[in-house]
């Protein structure tokens, strides 16, 4: 059994990216199994914190065991992951696993972050933890695949086909279309985070706006763009 960890940075195309993977005959996809884990394990103030947190597992080890290493009836999973999430966990299960990175030009990304969190912090952007993991898992002989999302929606079919190969797995022209509205991999938590991609029936451009960075978000953006560059020059190009 294939099992794909999709680690994202917030407020990107990973809810499209899981989307596209639900479309496969081959897939099941879970939506952010560590959520629960993250708020409990902080004190990140996130819409709908109570409720996650009674409606799903939070124990690591459960969730590690019975979810993202679990049985499924299908070849290939693929988990929706928050890279932030990982924290207070044994990581071991990350050599068990395809690991894929999906980054964001951090300045589109902030600036979407501070429409939903009152403060905006490095651990929030996901970043610098994907940097870390990556470097860990490339010194463990692991060869993780980076994807950026600016380049999924600036040729969606090769970008996923790319990455498809990347997996070692056959594309599905059927990955590039969905229906629109909610569905039934949705985390509970889609009522706060995905009305945009609600709306959405493939890789569709976002209007993430344009006004200017505050000062607090200037430094914070500074703090990303380094780690970003890092990933940016390893990612899938879309030609």
């Not at 990973?14 to 879970?30: E, G, K, W």
């Not at 996650?52 to 597992?57: A, D, H, P, Q, R």
């Not at 860990?136 to 790319?162: T, Y």
Request: glycine share 4%.
């Amino acid at each position: 059994m294939k099992r794909i960890c999709l680690w994202s940075s917030p407020r990107n195309i990973s809810t499209a990216l899981m989307y596209s993977f639900a479309q496969r005959s081959d897939t099941v996809v879970i939506d952010e199994p560590l959520y629960a884990h993250y708020l409990m394990n902080s004190d990140a103030e996130h819409p709908g914190r109570e409720e996650i947190i009674l409606s799903m597992e939070y124990n690591p080890e459960k969730i590690v065991s019975e979810i993202i290493l679990g049985n499924y009836e299908k070849e290939i999973v693929f988990l929706k992951q928050m890279t932030h999430h990982l924290i207070n966990i044994d990581e071991s299960f990350l050599y068990e696993v395809d690991n894929v990175f999906l980054i964001r030009d951090p300045e589109r990304q902030i600036r979407s972050l501070s429409r939903v969190l009152k403060k905006v912090e490095l651990r929030d952007t996901g970043i610098k933890r994907q940097f870390e993991i990556y470097e860990k898992l490339k010194s463990g002989n692991q060869n993780p695949v980076v994807i950026d999302s600016g380049e999924i929606l600036r040729n969606p079919e090769n970008s996923i086909s790319k990455l498809c190969s990347a997996l070692n797995i056959p594309f599905e022209k059927n990955m590039l279309r969905w229906n629109p509205g909610p569905r039934k991999e949705d985390g509970i938590w889609a009522k706060y985070w995905y009305g945009s991609v609600h709306k959405s029936s493939g890789f569709e451009l976002q209007n993430t706006g344009t006004e200017e960075l505050s000062e607090n978000l200037k430094s914070l953006y500074n703090e990303c763009i380094q780690y970003y560059s890092e990933l940016h020059s390893v990612s899938i190009k879309a030609n």
